[in-house]
């Protein structure tokens, strides 16, 4: 009988409005891979989602061909240079070696479940970089519209976030990128040149017929560069607003191609909605099926 593949339950979780994402570097070079594989695992089995707080995590894909070669889809890489546009747009690399990622109902669950990932990869790993993830009006993005719109069912989006067979089979891949907002130059443009780099109408959110080439959602088209399941939140506060790109896929080729996509190479458009939202960070994580841990 074929072993049973389970995902990480977290990946799928809804009704978490306060989220953390924790990226860490391993501590120095010569390490035990399986030594470190246990440590993943102590962490993989202390999360209790009945606690309505949600844990899921992402190694480097470099790093969990190194871990659990058996495991590791052929054709995942780490995020490892920029992707530059014809006109010198860029959207950085900063790839990271972990990420643990605190979804909950409440600030003290994720804060708590936070300490308790920490303590248990501090002699692993350190911490790079921390986000705080928030909710803004439902699925509104801090730019005013609606986020969201072209991902796929419930019922549809494991078949988009999952890979199906084969090594890796129960992993996805995710896509972390951090976007600071120049809400300032965004309000001074008005709504006309804002519904024309979105491609939707702000008030109801209606695809404008026919979008503009350079408009974010076609340069993003889900039809035409594959789909995504898209699970973005807020981040910053009112002096450096935000959103933190959460982008999952069974394909990174599907992700890798949207930023292709959008900076602008080969004569191509670039989005319209980066002349007014800057990418400060950029990785991606492999995010393996909780049975792929020793012991689950």
């Not at 074929?2 to 501590?27: K, N, Y």
């Not at 993989?44 to 606690?51: F, L, T």
């Not at 992402?58 to 190194?66: D, E």
Request: aromatic content about 6%; glycine content about 10%; proline content about 8%.
């Amino acid at each position: 009988m074929a072993a049973i593949v389970l995902p990480q339950p977290g990946v799928f979780a809804l009704g978490t409005p306060v989220q953390l994402f924790l990226e860490l570097d391993l501590r120095g070079a010569d390490r035990d891979p399986m030594a470190d594989a246990r440590t993943l695992a102590e962490l993989v089995a202390g999360i209790k989602p009945s606690q309505g707080c949600n844990v899921v995590l992402g190694i480097r894909p470099s790093l969990w061909r190194r871990m659990a070669p058996q495991d590791c889809p052929p054709d995942v890489h780490d995020f490892a240079t920029p992707v530059v546009g014809d006109d010198g747009f860029r959207m950085p690399a900063t790839q990271a070696d972990l990420l643990v990622w605190v979804a909950a109902g409440s600030r003290d669950s994720a804060y708590d479940e936070a300490r308790r990932a920490l303590a248990t990869l501090g002699g692993m790993a350190r911490l790079v970089r921390e986000t705080d993830g928030w909710n803004y009006h439902g699925n509104v993005d801090l730019t005013g519209f609606t986020d969201g719109s072209e991902n796929p069912t419930v019922a549809e989006a494991a078949d988009v976030c999952l890979i199906a067979d084969g090594p890796g089979a129960g992993s996805s891949v995710l896509l972390l990128q951090e976007w600071r907002h120049d809400l300032a130059a965004w309000d001074a443009a008005g709504v006309t040149i804002q519904e024309a780099a979105i491609g939707r109408t702000k008030a109801d959110n209606v695809e404008l017929d026919p979008k503009p080439p350079s408009a974010h959602n076609a340069r993003t088209d889900q039809d035409e560069a594959g789909h995504i399941l898209r699970k973005n939140v807020p981040i910053g506060g009112v002096a450096d607003p935000g959103t933190l790109f959460v982008g999952l896929c069974a394909s990174q080729a599907v992700l890798q191609g949207m930023l292709v996509r959008m900076v602008g190479i080969g004569g191509e458009p670039r989005d319209a909605l980066t002349r007014f939202s800057t990418p400060k960070s950029g990785s991606y994580y492999l995010l393996p099926p909780a049975t792929a841990f020793p012991g689950n």
